[in-house]
């Protein structure tokens, strides 16, 4: 099969998907998007208010402030793919419960085989803490990781692994967002090896 209709097969499940409650609250799952062939994947958290009424990721002002920084170092979201750790909202956006990072992440997982990215991207704490945990690396926290690149084996893939802020925080404090910026030159340096 080709990449389009393995990750068609993947949407097709997670719309009709029940292995949570989430389902139950949500609008639209967000499945992801962007290039099937992209060397960079992003990996958020969960869908927001605005991803669940549009069912896409990152179309809220933290969606508008990654654009931006997308755009800062030559990209844009067509180049790129954009995930979730779980692919519908928690309510009220409270924090993914393990029961449903553990129901949800065999989706990205086979997102993941079936794009083969170079570099992963995680933007917060929950999106970092499950990639390091399938690389095998220990997490202490988004704080203490972010801006540092990581050689990693993801998935028996080989990947460069970059940490980062969820942009949605540095929505609301300016210290954040300039180190998300530099996060991004981070970025911008492995785009060029």
Known sequence: MSKRELMDQVVKEILECRKCDLWKSRRN???????????IMFIGEAP????????????GAAGKLLDKLLAGIGLSREEVFIGNILKCRPPGNRDPQPEEVYACTPYLDRQIRIIKPKIIVTLGRHASAYIFSKAGIPFSGISKVHGKVYSAEVLDLDVTLVPMYHPAVALYNARLKSALEEDFRILAVQLEE
Request: charged residues 30%; glycine residues 18%; hydrophobic residues 30%.
């Open 29 to 39: 799952p967000v499945p992801g998007e962007g290039s099937l062939d992209a060397k």
């Open 48 to 59: 927001g208010y605005w991803e669940d009424i549009k069912g896409r990721p990152f179309v």
